[in-house]
């Protein structure tokens, strides 16, 4: 009898797993906002993008899948443009309870078709190096610029894309340059680019074309092992 009971209890457990997977499936293109702790670059773009929304985001990457193994396709600091392991980067700022601060978005039905050509477009620019300085005239790209890139270098009217730009500011409320940004630029011996054209992952988040589908901070539903669709 007891291990008829050990035995029902195993198929339970096993059961709730299978269940669990079967709650969420990454897809090709999905998009993967991130808190990205509270390192310089991190602080700082929160600072200055910081929204309303119960989540503010510092980083965004793409996922893809090759050869039945997930990556994110991103840019970060001292990297530059690369594709990161998904468990890697799950496991890059998890919060008090060892969850990942990573929630997953969808762009909708009208841009499915747009992603094979996004991803390409990011993977020839692996190892390309990361825009610290958040300019869009040099051949660097910073995480939310590489992805507005992968689709306004498509075939799609302007008033198309599906994200926003908007004039940058690194201005506190007052309109003078918060002290992270100063201190940022000034070990860099360059200028604040205040009002230069430029996005940011917050203002990605705010997009009316994607739908958010997944949050892995959500202790019930988060995963390591995405599957495709």
Request: hydrophobic residues 30%.
């Amino acid at each position: 009898m007891e291990k008829l009971v050990l035995t029902f209890m195993f198929s339970l457990l096993i059961s709730s797993c299978n269940s669990d997977e079967k709650e969420f499936k990454l897809k090709q293109g999905d998009l993967l906002f991130q808190n990205s702790g509270r390192s310089e670059i991190a602080t700082a773009i929160k600072d200055v993008t910081a929204t309303s929304f119960s989540k503010n985001y510092s980083h965004v990457g793409m996922a893809i899948q090759k050869n039945g193994l997930w990556f994110v396709l991103e840019s970060i600091p001292k990297e530059g443009v690369c594709q990161t392991p998904i468990k890697k980067f799950l496991n890059r700022n998890k919060n008090k309870y060892n969850k990942s601060q990573t929630t997953v978005a969808r762009l909708n039905s009208y841009y499915q078709p747009y992603i094979k050509n996004a991803i390409e477009y990011g993977i020839k620019r692996i190892n390309k190096p990361y825009d610290e300085v958040f300019l869009w005239d040099d051949d660097s790209y910073y995480c939310s610029e590489l992805i507005y890139k992968m689709f306004s270098t498509q075939n799609l009217p302007k008033d198309s894309i599906p994200f926003l730009t908007h004039p940058m500011t690194f201005n506190d409320s007052t309109g003078k340059p918060l002290a992270s940004w100063e201190a940022y630029y000034e070990k860099r011996n360059r200028r604040i680019p205040e009002g230069t054209e430029g996005t940011n992952p917050n203002l990605m988040a705010s997009s009316p074309y994607i739908k958010f589908i997944h949050n892995y901070e959500d202790w019930k539903k988060s995963l390591l092992k995405p599957r495709l669709l």
